[in-house]
């Protein structure tokens, strides 16, 4: 018996002595600690993933804004039919390579007729043009920013100013811009139906400014 006893101290020592040789200072929960610090530190020397077609950045979107009013803002009233009623300045940005013409409708959604009430029909613009001044003349052709202009639903060629009813809750303007992929055969004085029928299948790329104004 005390032999046995004495022989299971010594496994007991020789098993101890390998155990304590074999495992690293650090305990385990330590050694995992490390190891995803570790991985997190890697993680951060790596070059993001890259787009579709190799590309590394995200190309600029289809943008129409006024320096006059932001999005959702109040239209100045030298803007509107209680002011000067001359349109206001407005800048393009991210129009697609591929487009060859632009097109703009301010259009009236809440106007209380039956399609609402459209402001302003503005095409054969060129895909160059980067903004248009406030108070565009109110002719077929403005040669001097080379655009055509449509007939409004006042039955008056160019811009006419928001003159909602009053009492009414403010109405949304909406300036819609629009890339096209080929010119339009479409004469001077075009509504806003006969410009959006000739846009039809050429439409690359569309987006709105939205302005405010109520009495």
Same mark, same amino acid.
């Given at each position: 018996?005390?032999?046995?006893?004495?022989?299971?101290?010594?496994? #007991?020592? /020789? /098993?101890? @002595?390998? $155990?304590?040789?074999?495992?690293?200072?650090? #305990?385990?929960?330590? *050694?995992? #600690?490390? !190891?995803?610090?570790?991985? !997190?530190?890697?993680?951060?020397? !790596?070059?993001?993933?890259?787009?579709?077609?190799?590309?590394?950045?995200?190309?600029?979107?289809?943008?129409?804004?006024?320096?006059?009013?932001?999005?959702?803002?109040?239209? +100045?009233?030298?803007?509107? *039919?209680?002011?000067?009623?001359?349109?206001? +300045?407005?800048? $393009?940005?991210?129009?697609?390579?591929?487009?060859?013409?632009?097109?703009? /409708? !301010?259009? &009236?959604? &809440?106007?209380?007729?039956?399609?609402?009430?459209?402001?302003? /029909?503005?095409?054969?613009?060129?895909?160059?043009?980067?903004?248009?001044?406030?108070?565009?003349?109110?002719?077929?052709?403005?040669?001097?920013?080379?655009?055509?202009?449509?007939?409004?639903?006042?039955?008056?060629?160019?811009?006419?100013?928001? *003159?909602?009813?009053?009492?009414?809750?403010?109405?949304?303007?909406? $300036?819609? @811009?629009?890339?096209?992929?080929?010119?339009?055969?479409?004469?001077?004085?075009?509504?806003?139906?006969?410009?959006?029928? *000739?846009?039809?299948?050429?439409?690359?790329?569309?987006?709105?400014?939205?302005?405010?104004?109520?009495?």
């Amino acid at each position: 018996m005390k032999t046995c006893a004495t022989y299971a101290l010594a496994i #007991s020592a /020789v /098993v101890a @002595l390998v $155990f304590s040789a074999g495992c690293p200072e650090q #305990s385990e929960p330590e *050694a995992l #600690s490390q !190891m995803g610090q570790d991985m !997190m530190d890697e993680s951060d020397t !790596m070059p993001p993933p890259e787009l579709a077609g190799g590309e590394t950045h995200e190309e600029e979107s289809l943008m129409v804004r006024s320096s006059a009013f932001n999005e959702g803002d109040r239209i +100045p009233t030298e803007y509107t *039919a209680d002011g000067e009623g001359i349109s206001p +300045p407005l800048e $393009f940005s991210g129009v697609p390579d591929d487009a060859v013409a632009l097109a703009l /409708v !301010m259009h &009236d959604p &809440d106007a209380p007729r039956a399609g609402g009430f459209t402001h302003w /029909v503005v095409y054969h613009m060129s895909p160059d043009i980067s903004k248009l001044p406030e108070g565009i003349p109110g002719a077929e052709v403005v040669e001097d920013h080379a655009l055509t202009q449509g007939e409004n639903s006042r039955g008056d060629i160019g811009y006419t100013g928001p *003159a909602p009813p009053k009492g009414d809750e403010p109405h949304r303007y909406q $300036f819609t @811009l629009y890339a096209l992929s080929e010119k339009l055969d479409l004469a001077p004085g075009a509504t806003k139906e006969e410009l959006e029928s *000739a846009m039809q299948g050429k439409i690359v790329d569309q987006t709105t400014l939205t302005g405010m104004y109520g009495r």
